[in-house]
């Protein structure tokens, strides 16, 4: 992605709050453009895939809950960036573990950052087509069903809430207008 520094915000420190397993938080003190400092907590996480399965005419989703909401949701196959990791390799990698299924048909829609205003995370968006299916290897702490839906059951999920995370909503709203159009 191409850097912009319009306003930026030269760091004067950094301030390390937290380390865990996939993401830390440090403080940040800034110089503002008008010369004056203010504080930034930041969020640092690896980035991470994301993978629009499409067989037929149907997407291929999982349901897990999620505990930072407390509920089970619907969403595309997805997953954390290892160290050093390619996302092409990671996007492969993480739709046969979540879904079983494997394919040499997959592409880049875009890539994009979930909240920007406190993280760094960037998820990689792909398609997948001419899925072959296999078997699923989910980590050992996630708990995950497949389901195969429709763009008009995907589109019913969203407004029941059953799907409600940015990056699956983004994937309906593609598949949309890819059956529409042929491009994504």
Known sequence: MTQHKKFEEVTVSSKPIYEGRI??????????????????????????????????????????YRKPLEKSQVEIPAGKLDQGE???????????????????????VSSFYTSPGFADEIIH???????????ANPDEDEFLECEALTLEEAQQYMRDGRISDAKTIMAVYAWQLYKLTGKI
């Open 125 to 135: 968006l792909y398609i997948a087509e001419d899925l072959v299916k296999g078997d």
């Open 86 to 108: 390619e996302p092409l390799k990671a996007a492969l990698r993480e739709l046969e573990e979540e879904t079983g299924y494997r394919t040499a048909n997959i592409r880049l």
């Open 23 to 64: 993401i830390s938080l440090q403080v940040d003190t800034v110089k503002l453009p008008n010369g004056e400092t203010a504080s930034r907590e930041i969020v640092k996480h690896p980035g991470a895939v994301a993978v629009i399965p499409l067989i037929g005419d149907k997407m291929i989703v999982v349901e897990q």
